[in-house]
């Protein structure tokens, strides 16, 4: 404190040297320190501040009512407070020191600045006359109207190109710099600086402003660059560095507050560096390998590259600024302005980040995200472009108007919103739970959507591929194009909205609300379809049945309420089955068919595994899903074909099949629908759901049924073999047939109550049912009325019969012998509309190499004793047993018979 006492009386004792003349014409001096400075100051005083002195907030050089006459201070160091005023008689010389934020010059009053710092918000205002010539000063000057504001100095610029009419020392240009400009050149005392001009639409506390007819600027000597290379840790560093000056702030090192760097300049920071806050470079380069930036940075043109190190909050890039951001962080509040670009390899953006200006003025800057992250709550405002092709964006980003998203790849989290006019294209990555899309374009070609995606307003949604997993809402008056793509769960057309399906996948259920519409010309029902009354819906195709009727429709009239099973084929051919029993409704007076011309039926025979394999098959084709094939989910069978899926294939969810032949040999499939007219054979493989619907047959021989197994109403199954599931539901008005050889009720054998071949009604219910099936499989069912998960439920209104057989008993004579032996070979190859007769010895109507199989290993069974003893038949003779090698081996090569 001392010392400093003696240094502002030792600089007072210089003042007075040099000015004596002017201080004879003070009537009051205060010198601060020793003085201690009063709220404001009056005529004919002189106030000199220097180190360790302060002023408060709100001190006025001169009277506020500006009667004040002959006032001067003199700032070479201290501190002004915030808030100050130079009133209407004053003169301020500044040559050091520090004035707080919101200072303003006032109309009367002079100031002159060739040194120190001004902080944020400086007014120069109508009728003041300020000069500048040195020092630091600070974002939001403002040159009001009225105001004359002088620059001296050299190496003016304008976006950095020089300022013509500026060329020689003397040389004074009045200048007004166009908004959105960047005003730059070197004070008299070599230090650079920067303005930013932008108009009132950006009357951001970081930005100036010069009003037309305000500027005016002296070219005048500015001295050298100093030291071209300076390391901090050891040499001066100075308050700025000009063209062809580098500065490493190695560890140790510390570049003081509001450093400046001009252009062409350099900053090297380095571990365990500290650049303190407000920095301010144009047009220069840094480069980050540790260390620390603190808050308020800015950057204007140039580049930055960091590999390491902190950048603080508030760090703001703009005037074409390039960042790569390969390692470290940058915190909270970072903003990209003006055609900079963002290049994200690694690291950390923090919270807040905002791309492009908040004023929705376009401010044309490109983010590129490969690898690294940026924060929550961060915007795109208009004239960006975010390109996100790896990496994680944090939830809550918003897109605001004027904005475009393209994610290629990566994540972005939960609750994405898309406002007015901005614009997301997704052909990659991931988009989290929660997308708000508002008046605004969502294009889906690729990648996913978690859940809740809702499109607002007028907002337009483009989907040609990609994969939504959860619900997908159009509210208002949008519109939602599905060309491609799947939408796995719940579709809305809420009211005034529409839906536009010409391909892809319409979800797992689709809901048309009142005053909606929705027009189907391709694609698939992924699942239930609802029309409520009001909706308007109209399917256009050919090839409609309903419940198996052909029906030509007049394109005019609405149907009524859906009663039955409406099938047919769209108009891109794929096609397409409705029914209650699946939860679809039609509301009266809401749908109409449109008849129309259909693509041709593809080629006859489709191998899953070497062909193309389009979305459903037509009359008179034939797909094969064959060993390492798979076949995808919403897959669609129609009138006439035939699906054949074979060992070591596997086919997805919502496999649907209406007229159509599905053999399941093999495979894994995970669920399949069969509807009216349709007939289903398992012969092997693994259907973990299965629903068998009105006008629907299901023949299980073999293979593995899991839960549940569903027969609807009018729907028929015939359980010969296999493995089933702990879920089975028979509906009132369904009919489930049991082929067996053996048949207990709450474990009392019930065979000598059943003839052979001859189905008999078990009407019981709440009872156990258990036995052996036709080929050998073991079941039990407890089978309840009413009843709980696990269950077997069977209503009492659904048939349930047993038919006691007699595997390899070709003739029904009660015994399985030679002469059934002659009996198949004379029909091998033959197809026998009664099961266990005539050589079918599976069930399955086909006379081949099992059934002889199955009769060998009979041979000797007769009924009777079956129904005693259970005994185990005779070995057959070596003669019959030679026999069925030889056929056997025949079947499997497909040579014929001797005899045959």
């Not at 030291?227 to 001066?236: E, Y």
């Not at 419940?547 to 859906?562: C, H, K, S």
């Not at 049912?769 to 309840?784: E, K, V």
């Amino acid at each position: 404190m001392m010392f400093q006492l003696l240094r502002s009386l030792f600089a007072w004792t210089i003042l007075s040297v040099v000015c004596q003349t002017s201080w004879a014409q003070f009537t009051t001096t205060l010198n601060i320190p020793p003085d201690v400075a009063p709220s404001q100051i009056d005529s004919d005083t002189q106030l000199n501040l220097g180190d360790g002195g302060v002023t408060s907030n709100g001190f006025s050089a001169g009277n506020p009512n500006g009667s004040s006459t002959n006032v001067e201070m003199n700032i070479t160091g201290g501190t002004v407070g915030r808030d100050f005023a130079a009133r209407s008689g004053s003169v301020v010389n500044m040559s050091g020191g520090w004035m707080g934020r919101s200072s303003d010059a006032f109309s009367g009053s002079t100031f002159n600045f060739s040194g120190g710092t001004i902080d944020e918000v400086f007014g120069a205002r109508f009728g003041s006359n300020v000069r500048l010539s040195g020092g630091v000063v600070y974002d939001g000057f403002r040159g009001f109207g009225g105001s004359q504001v002088a620059i001296y100095g050299g190496d003016f610029r304008i976006d950095g190109e020089p300022i013509i009419g500026l060329e020689s020392i003397g040389d004074t240009l009045q200048f007004d710099p166009p908004d959105g400009s960047v005003l730059s050149g070197t004070f008299m005392d070599g230090n650079p600086f920067a303005f930013l001009i932008y108009g009132d639409e950006y009357q951001w506390i970081s930005n100036d402003k010069f009003y037309p007819g305000v500027l005016t600027l002296h070219e005048a000597a500015v001295p050298s660059p100093g030291q071209t290379f300076i390391t901090a840790s050891i040499d001066p560093v100075p308050k700025g560095i000009r063209d062809g000056q580098t500065v490493v702030v190695d560890a140790g090192g510390v570049v003081g507050e509001s450093f400046n760097m001009g252009q062409n300049s350099s900053l090297i920071v380095q571990v365990g560096g500290i650049v303190a806050e407000e920095l301010e470079a144009i047009d220069a380069s840094i480069t980050m390998t540790g260390g620390v930036i603190e808050r308020y940075a800015k950057l204007i043109g140039g580049e930055i590259a960091i590999s390491s190190g902190t950048i603080g909050t508030f760090f703001e890039v703009r005037n074409g600024t390039t960042v790569d951001l390969t390692g470290g962080s940058i915190d909270t509040h970072f903003t990209l302005l003006t055609d900079s670009t963002l290049n994200i390899n690694g690291g950390t953006v923090g919270d807040y980040f905002r791309a492009g200006h908040s004023s929705g003025v376009s401010t044309k800057v490109v983010v590129n995200l490969e690898k690294g992250s940026i924060g929550r709550y961060s915007h795109a405002h208009a004239g960006s472009t975010i390109n996100l092709m790896g990496g994680t964006i944090a939830q809550d980003f918003t897109l605001e108007t004027g904005a475009t998203l393209n994610i290629l790849g990566g994540s972005i989290g939960r609750d994405l919103e898309a406002l007015p006019g901005s614009v997301i294209n997704l052909s990659g990555g991931a988009i989290g739970f929660g997308l708000d899309a508002y008046d605004s374009e969502v294009n889906v070609s690729g990648g996913t959507i978690s859940s809740a995606f809702a499109a607002h307003g007028n907002t337009t949604v483009n989907v040609t591929g990609g994969f939504l997993y959860g619900s997908l809402a159009a509210i208002d008056t949008s519109t939602i194009n599905l060309s491609g793509g799947t939408i796995q769960t719940d579709l809305y057309a809420n009211s005034g909205s529409t839906w536009n399906v010409s391909g892809g996948v319409a979800g797992h259920y689709f809901e048309a609300r009142n005053g909606s519409r929705v027009n189907f010309i391709g694609g698939s029902f992924g699942g239930s379809f609802d029309a409520f009354a009001g909706s308007e819906v109209h399917l256009s195709g050919g090839e409609f049945r309903l419940d198996g009727v052909p029906f030509i429709p007049d394109g005019v009239t609405p149907l009524a309420a859906l009663q039955g099973t409406l099938s047919g084929t769209l108009a891109d051919g794929t096609p397409f089955v409705l029914s209650p029993q699946n939860f679809d409704s039609l509301a009266a007076g809401t749908t109409t068919l449109h008849g129309m011309m259909l693509p041709s039926v593809g080629p006859s025979l489709i191998l899953a595994s070497t062909d193309n394999v389009p979305s459903g098959i037509r009359g008179g084709q034939t797909l094969i899903v064959d060993s390492g094939a798979t076949l995808a989910s919403h897959f669609n069978a129609g009138w006439g074909s035939t699906l054949v899926i074979e060992e070591g294939a596997t086919v997805g969810w919502n496999l649907e099949a209406a007229g159509a032949n599905v053999i399941v040999a093999g495979g894994e499939t995970a669920a399949l629908e069969a509807y009216f007219g349709t007939t289903v054979v398992v012969k092997g493989g693994n259907v973990v759901d299965l629903d068998v619907y009105d006008g629907a047959t299901a023949e299980i021989l073999a293979g593995t049924i899991g839960s549940p197994l569903k027969v609807h109403a009018g729907g028929t199954i015939s359980l010969l073999g296999g493995t089933l599931g702990d879920q089975l539901f028979a509906e009132e008005g369904s009919s489930a047939h049991l082929f067996g050889t053996e048949f207990l009720v709450d474990g009392v054998d019930i065979r000598d109550m059943l003839e052979e071949n001859v189905p008999f009604t078990l009407e019981d219910r709440d009872v156990t049912l258990s036995g052996l099936l036709a080929d050998g499989s073991p079941f039990s069912f407890d089978i309840q009325d009413e009843a709980y998960f696990p269950f077997i439920h069977f209503h009492s209104d659904a048939l349930l019969t047993l038919t006691l057989v007699l595997p390899g008993d070709f003739n029904s004579d009660g015994k399985v012998d030679e002469e059934d032996y002659s009996i198949w070979q004379g029909a091998y190859g033959a197809t026998i509309a009664s099961r266990f007769s005539g050589g079918d010895a599976d069930g399955d109507h086909d006379v081949d190499g099992r059934d002889i199989l199955i009769w060998q290993r009979q041979l000797g069974i007769d009924i009777n004793s079956m129904r005693a003893s259970q005994a185990v038949p005779e070995p057959p003779s070596l003669v019959i047993l030679a026999w069925a090698v030889v056929a056997w081996g025949t079947w499997k090569t497909g040579r014929a018979l001797p005899g045959g």
